[in-house]
């Protein structure tokens, strides 16, 4: 009989009022993993009644002892890793070494907060002898923190550590289908002294429960990562609000290999860049702009190293099965746009694989950038390929695109690499490697990605807002 998931808050297990549930899906093999519950609004409002409740004291709490309660979090999640893992692969089906990274991950992000909870958060002005100018950074209050289901733990440590340890209180909504890590998550953060109802999590589906939580009047801040059209009704409702938000959204990132760049490295970092969580990030960088001299020879060795990508091993699962068709939609369409694949194009041929949401590592060489499978984010591992003659011509690819979250570029010319990363419209820029950066890098996007940070110092800010103090004397 599979386990039951309930909400978290007010620091204990908390069924849904509903009394409703739906059956989580392995993506490995379809099988049913656990009954997770399907939350009403009146979740919602007994959450944040509660974060509400907790909000004043917490944010009074000594600023050593929050930070104290993060780092103890830190080592809880170092202490869990094992069992979390153990969830995260039954609820996205990664390879083990991918779900023990995302643990890691997790625990670094409670770490940096916590070292930074006495950073200043104000200045003093200079302005006129007799008065007493100064700026201070407060707490909102209570946040919702809405999560995606493709890095459940790491996107709740991204949101959840920052927000706490500037004084706030927390409801978050996981994604239907991947819930248990941030469950385990709540759990593990109360029993490390983290005080009742400043950390609530509520499941259910994005229609109640997400919409509860943007529309409460007592939710002052709104963090979401997901999809643009879902980020533009948050948006809507928020504006209506007037409260702030950050939202991560979607990217078709572009990779531009230049002909002087170190190529077989190159080459490497442009399949990690797209076949990482099997192309389910945000970031993933599925646009390859290569200049075109070397253009043929480099994609294929791109091909070659990702001919060597196994699926089940080296590249998990579409992690729904609403993903999974949705990438088999994008093959469609790529066939009627004309692209032929030079590797992959189809789910997996492997047998053993059978009734799991697997697909191949997929690239289309040669593509033109007005096709659908170059504009449309296809959140799977799937890369596109484009020439181009000059550095020009590359930023003006790299750009003509409605997204903007983060890009490469390869290049041995340090000059070259700095024009055309101030050049590039993207939130983040790698030069001669391709990763997500630090827990310390500053997150985010432009244009259709989204607006504000996530991680570094710079999401601290984004969890709070200033407040000017003029003592006259």
């Given at each position: 009989?599979?386990?039951?998931?309930?909400?978290?808050?007010?620091g204990a297990a908390s069924a849904p009022s509903t009394a409703a549930y739906t059956t989580g899906l392995n993506p490995t093999n379809g099988s049913p993993t656990v009954d997770i519950g399907v939350s009403g609004a009146a979740d919602v409002d007994h959450a944040v009644a509660c974060a509400r409740r907790s909000a004043d004291a917490w944010r009074h709490f000594p600023s050593a002892e929050r930070g104290r309660?993060?780092?103890?979090?830190?080592?809880?999640?170092?202490?869990?890793?094992?069992?979390?893992?153990?969830?995260?692969?039954?609820?996205?089906?990664?390879?083990?070494?991918?779900?023990?990274?995302?643990?890691?991950?997790?625990?670094?992000?409670?770490?940096?907060?916590?070292?930074?909870?006495?950073?200043?958060?104000?200045?003093?002005?200079?302005?006129?002898?007799?008065?007493?100018?100064?700026?201070?950074?407060?707490?909102?209050?209570?946040?919702?923190?809405?999560?995606?289901?493709?890095?459940?733990?790491?996107?709740?440590?991204?949101?959840?550590?920052?927000?706490?340890?500037?004084?706030?209180?927390?409801?978050?909504?996981?994604?239907?289908?991947?819930?248990?890590?941030?469950?385990?998550?709540?759990?593990?953060?109360?029993?490390?002294?983290?005080?009742?109802?400043?950390?609530?999590?509520?499941?259910?589906?994005?229609?109640?429960?997400?919409?509860?939580?943007?529309?409460?009047?007592?939710?002052?801040?709104?963090?979401?990562?997901?999809?643009?059209?879902?980020?533009?009704?948050?948006?809507?409702?928020?504006?209506?609000?007037?409260?702030?938000?950050?939202?991560?959204?979607?990217?078709?990132?572009?990779?531009?290999?230049?002909?002087?760049?170190?190529?077989?490295?190159?080459?490497?970092?442009?399949?990690?860049?797209?076949?990482?969580?099997?192309?389910?990030?945000?970031?993933?960088?599925?646009?390859?702009?290569?200049?075109?001299?070397?253009?043929?020879?480099?994609?294929?060795?791109?091909?070659?190293?990702?001919?060597?990508?196994?699926?089940?091993?080296?590249?998990?699962?579409?992690?729904?099965?609403?993903?999974?068709?949705?990438?088999?939609?994008?093959?469609?369409?790529?066939?009627?746009?004309?692209?032929?694949?030079?590797?992959?194009?189809?789910?997996?041929?492997?047998?053993?694989?059978?009734?799991?949401?697997?697909?191949?590592?997929?690239?289309?060489?040669?593509?033109?950038?007005?096709?659908?499978?170059?504009?449309?984010?296809?959140?799977?591992?799937?890369?596109?390929?484009?020439?181009?003659?000059?550095?020009?011509?590359?930023?003006?690819?790299?750009?003509?695109?409605?997204?903007?979250?983060?890009?490469?570029?390869?290049?041995?010319?340090?000059?070259?690499?700095?024009?055309?990363?101030?050049?590039?419209?993207?939130?983040?820029?790698?030069?001669?490697?391709?990763?997500?950066?630090?827990?310390?890098?500053?997150?985010?996007?432009?244009?259709?990605?989204?607006?504000?940070?996530?991680?570094?110092?710079?999401?601290?800010?984004?969890?709070?807002?200033?407040?000017?103090?003029?003592?006259?004397?």
């Amino acid at each position: 009989m599979p386990r039951r998931l309930d909400n978290w808050i007010n620091g204990a297990a908390s069924a849904p009022s509903t009394a409703a549930y739906t059956t989580g899906l392995n993506p490995t093999n379809g099988s049913p993993t656990v009954d997770i519950g399907v939350s009403g609004a009146a979740d919602v409002d007994h959450a944040v009644a509660c974060a509400r409740r907790s909000a004043d004291a917490w944010r009074h709490f000594p600023s050593a002892e929050r930070g104290r309660i993060l780092a103890a979090i830190a080592r809880s999640i170092r202490d869990n890793a094992d069992r979390l893992a153990d969830r995260e692969i039954e609820d996205t089906g990664k390879p083990r070494a991918t779900a023990l990274g995302e643990v890691e991950n997790s625990a670094a992000y409670f770490e940096f907060y916590a070292g930074l909870v006495n950073l200043p958060v104000g200045e003093l002005l200079d302005v006129e002898p007799n008065q007493h100018i100064f700026t201070k950074r407060e707490p909102y209050g209570v946040i919702g923190v809405i999560t995606p289901w493709n890095l459940p733990l790491n996107q709740a440590a991204r949101a959840v550590a920052p927000a706490l340890v500037t004084g706030n209180t927390v409801v978050l909504k996981p994604a239907e289908t991947s819930g248990q890590t941030t469950i385990a998550l709540a759990r593990i953060a109360t029993e490390a002294g983290l005080p009742d109802g400043v950390f609530n999590v509520v499941l259910g589906a994005g229609s109640t429960v997400g919409s509860a939580i943007v529309a409460h009047p007592d939710v002052r801040k709104v963090a979401f990562t997901g999809s643009v059209r879902t980020g533009r009704a948050i948006g809507k409702v928020a504006a209506d609000r007037v409260i702030p938000l950050t939202l991560e959204l979607g990217g078709k990132s572009a990779n531009i290999v230049f002909e002087d760049a170190e190529l077989d490295l190159a080459a490497k970092e442009a399949v990690r860049a797209f076949a990482s969580n099997a192309g389910q990030v945000c970031s993933a960088g599925t646009r390859l702009l290569v200049q075109r001299s070397v253009h043929d020879e480099f994609v294929a060795e791109v091909v070659r190293i990702a001919a060597a990508l196994r699926e089940g091993e080296d590249l998990g699962p579409m992690i729904t099965r609403a993903q999974f068709e949705q990438v088999q939609e994008y093959f469609e369409v790529a066939a009627k746009e004309g692209a032929r694949p030079a590797l992959g194009g189809s789910v997996t041929r492997r047998p053993e694989l059978a009734g799991g949401f697997y697909v191949q590592p997929t690239i289309y060489a040669g593509v033109s950038n007005d096709m659908r499978i170059a504009r449309e984010e296809i959140f799977g591992p799937v890369l596109v390929t484009m020439p181009f003659d000059d550095e020009r011509e590359a930023v003006s690819i790299a750009n003509d695109s409605d997204f903007g979250l983060v890009a490469g570029v390869f290049t041995s010319d340090i000059g070259r690499a700095l024009r055309v990363s101030d050049a590039i419209e993207a939130g983040q820029v790698f030069v001669n490697s391709w990763s997500t950066g630090a827990v310390q890098t500053p997150f985010g996007g432009h244009k259709n990605s989204g607006y504000g940070r996530e991680k570094g110092i710079e999401a601290m800010y984004h969890y709070t807002h200033l407040k000017s103090v003029v003592v006259v004397y």
